[in-house]
């Protein structure tokens, strides 16, 4: 008979170890190729980013960041059919068709407008 000597892994550590593994795979795919990608399912909104961001320049005085500046606003329902739309904090607070997300108007700010004769 054999004499064999040594201690063997455990259930529990074999486990761990392939947990780990997992979640290391994960982890370098979603650096590599994307999270977008890997999870599209997590997309999330960011309506409250902006509403924050356009009170925040309407409060300021920010008259480039509330009239001009370019924010991607992401929700589900967006009046084009996509999960993004570009514009402006202007064009989301007085556009009928975003009235449901909230963007108030600033009364403070008065944008200039683009009138070319």
Do not use: H
Not at 17 to 32: N, P, S, T
Not at 63 to 77: I, N, P, S, V
Not at 88 to 97: N, R, S
Request: proline residues 3%; contains cysteine; glycine residues 10%.
């Amino acid at each position: 008979m054999l004499n064999k000597r040594g201690q063997g892994l455990s259930t529990n550590a074999i486990i761990l170890i392939i947990l780990g593994v997992i979640v290391l795979v994960i982890l370098a795919l979603g650096f590599m190729i994307g999270w977008n990608k890997l999870l599209p399912f997590i997309s999330s909104d960011n309506v409250e980013t902006i509403k924050t961001s356009c009170v925040s320049a309407c409060a300021t005085g920010n008259t480039y960041g509330f009239c001009a500046q370019e924010r991607t606003l992401k929700a589900d329902g967006l009046p084009s059919g996509e999960k993004s739309e570009q514009g402006t904090c202007l064009k989301f607070a007085t556009d009928e068709l975003y009235a449901n997300y909230g963007i108030e108007e600033c009364s403070t700010i008065s944008c200039p407008t683009d009138e070319t004769s």
